[in-house]
């Protein structure tokens, strides 16, 4: 019985770091219908800039997440106005902005590689120690991650239901002409969501390697099951994103205590297959009605 | 390659020139390391041109192809290994095979759109690599791959330079039977049935163009020559290991295809040549590579986003057809 309530409180941990990645991932989906492969790169990249702020330039380590959370905003803003902002409606543009963000992805691992080598790096953002409660093992780490991503995710449906902005990119997402007709300029809806969305992967990134450990392509599993919890919650739909993280999550410690870690992913992907023969939009995700 | 530029000047015969220039390569040189290098050119252009097939004519966003690619190779070691039967016979049965697996793969993918089905596909390509790489019980060979499961005998036949001349022209064959079955497929009622579809989908429907059908026909038959090519690879590698899921490898072909010019004749075979040849004028900075490769598909993507089969036609002023748009195929809007 430990067992299981510790797998289900390791699942629920997992899950809070996926939400975070997942909703980023499903807010470009929403916005600009663009696929972004280039995600777990830029988790990558921002667990890397949490490092350099610890351990090259020497700030305490709680900084790391915020300076990791800014920088990364900055390189998802570049990276929307020199390569994905010139793709959008020109001819293929959906299958060229997902080649070009995965050969970003590509690009940047590389490069992580050639500056950090391949050796595994500790997150300094961190904190050793843990308590025994109702007989489950909790580090304080884990309720550093917790708690992180509840504020993360709660400032975030703030920003999304009360600014101004927030609204924007919402009116964008459901009706992109006619949000333009009333006066949002989707450039800077586009710019402002892929901002938020990179500095969403950085905070992830920096939560995910205090668990594990930073490493050049660490990210690209993570992102292929946030593309599960996407698929899962209906692309473009945040709150079933969020559902679907958790219990993504849960499903994935549950299958790990007891069939093993090597199935977590082939049974997630198997479970995802089924979903999607009868739900082809996801189990949140509400039906697309298509005109001809 | 060699192709391109001679589209003008020798009109609609340049194809047959190029296949011509090929087959004399053999004669003209003994560099190993080139014939190594234009049988992987083969190869890749081979698996392009079927799977532009299904992305460019089909306008199916699938990415599952690279799997198919390896399962095809990794049967006939298999069954060279477990059962002992040689590459020779199981050519054929790979591809078959290849193509029951890529029905059971559209059955449920092709009921989806756009973006829905990318990702799933992706998401069998990780299955289907993490099932064999996890594989301990010896079946796959698991981390370690399989080797020494038989070859073709061409170096028994041929000797040992003889050999690759062997592979070589092999290779060259099955390409060609892979783009004759292609450009068959573009202009047979199956490429009307998609053009029809791309055009207008309400009335196509109406008179009884089923989407559904034809792309699980051409997912399925495009299957069938990726899987044979697979065989093939593996065979002639002699060597067939889990790191030939890898995701880079994956990358690149479909970026070959786009760069190239997706649903356009012989845009990827284009896009092929050109990023192989761009990613050898690399081999002397490995760590530069990927990076290099990588910033080269930006580019062109931003600068022709049709590809450049299409640019080069206009370049030369000749007419375009309007190559398929997965984006208006699929109606992900």
Redesign the interface.
């Given at each position: 019985m430990a067992a299981l309530i510790q797998t289900i409180y390791s699942g629920l941990v997992l899950g809070a770091i996926y939400a975070l990645m997942a909703v980023g991932l499903t807010l470009i989906?929403g916005a600009l219908?663009v696929?972004n492969l280039a995600h777990g790169a830029l988790m990558m990249m921002g667990a890397y800039v949490s490092w350099l702020t610890a351990e090259w330039i020497g700030l305490p380590a709680f900084l790391g997440l915020p300076v990791s959370f800014i920088t990364m905003m900055l390189v998802g803003f570049a990276i929307y106005k020199l390569?994905i902002g010139?793709?959008i409606g020109?001819?293929?543009?959906?299958?060229?902005t997902?080649?070009?963000t995965?050969?970003?992805a590509?690009?940047l691992?590389?490069?992580a590689?050639?500056v950090f080598g391949p050796r595994n790096q500790a997150q300094p953002f961190a904190i050793a120690g843990n308590f025994q409660f109702l007989g489950v093992t909790i580090s304080y780490q884990n309720l550093v991650i917790m708690a992180v991503a509840a504020v993360a995710l709660i400032l975030m449906e703030r920003f999304l239901t009360q600014t101004r902005s927030g609204l924007a990119i919402r009116a964008t997402a459901q009706l992109p002409d006619a949000a333009q007709l009333m006066g949002i300029r989707q450039d800077h809806v586009f710019l402002l969501v892929l901002g938020l969305s990179s500095g969403l992967a950085a905070l992830s990134g920096v939560l995910l390697s205090s668990i594990f450990f930073i490493a050049p392509t660490f990210g690209?599993h993570p992102m292929?099951k946030s593309?599960?919890i996407?698929?899962f919650g209906g692309?473009g739909n945040i709150r079933g994103t969020l559902y679907a993280a958790f219990i993504i999550g849960i499903t994935e410690a549950l299958v790990s205590l007891y069939l093993g870690v090597?199935?977590a992913?082939?049974v997630m992907?198997?479970l995802?297959?089924v979903v999607?023969?009868f739900r082809?939009?996801g189990l949140f995700g509400q039906r697309?009605v298509?005109r001809? | 390659m060699n192709s391109a530029p001679m589209a003008t000047g020798l009109g609609r015969h340049w194809p047959w020139i190029a296949v011509l220039a090929f087959v004399a390569v053999p004669w003209i040189t003994d560099d190993r390391y080139l014939l190594a290098m234009i049988i992987l050119f083969f190869v890749w252009s081979l698996v392009v041109v079927q799977w532009n097939l299904v992305l460019g004519q089909a306008g199916i966003f699938s990415l599952v192809q690279f799997a198919i690619f390896n399962l095809g190779a990794y049967f006939t070691a298999i069954v060279g290994t477990h059962l002992q039967i040689p590459p020779a016979i199981s050519l054929v049965p790979a591809g078959l095979f290849c193509a029951l697996f890529g029905l059971l793969v559209g059955l449920p993918c092709l009921r989806l759109r756009g973006p829905y089905v990318a990702l799933l596909t992706l998401a069998t390509h990780s299955v289907v690599y993490l099932m064999i790489f996890a594989d301990t019980s010896g079946f796959t060979g698991g981390g370690y791959g399989l080797y020494g499961f038989g070859d073709y005998g061409f170096r028994d036949m041929f000797g040992s330079f003889g050999q690759l001349v062997a592979y070589y022209y092999m290779a060259l064959v099955l390409l060609i039977i892979g783009c004759l079955v292609a450009i068959w497929v573009m202009r047979s009622p199956l490429g009307l049935a998609f053009r029809a579809l791309r055009d207008s989908e309400g009335y196509a429907g109406a008179i009884g163009i089923s989407r559904y059908r034809y792309q699980l026909i051409v997912f399925t038959l495009t299957s069938f020559f990726i899987g044979v090519a697979g065989s093939f690879y593996g065979t002639y590698l002699g060597l067939v290991d889990a790191t030939g899921f890898d995701f880079g490898t994956l990358m690149l072909l479909l970026a070959m295809i786009v760069v190239g010019g997706m649903g356009t004749r012989w845009g990827p075979i284009l896009g092929c040549a050109l990023l192989m040849v761009l990613s050898e004028f690399m081999r002397d900075y490995p760590q530069w590579r990927t990076m290099a490769v990588g910033g080269t598909v930006i580019v062109f993507l931003l600068l022709w986003p049709r590809g450049i089969a299409d640019a080069l036609a206009r370049l030369f002023g000749r007419s375009t057809k309007k190559p398929a748009s997965s984006a208006e195929a699929n109606g992900t809007g």
């Open positions: 989906f219908r696929l390569l010139p793709m020109k001819p293929n543009w959906e299958t060229n997902f080649i070009a995965s050969g970003l590509l690009a691992e590389s490069f590689l050639l690209f292929l593309f599960i996407c698929i692309l090597r199935f992913l082939p992907f198997g995802i297959i999607l023969i082809p939009t697309e298509v001809l | -």
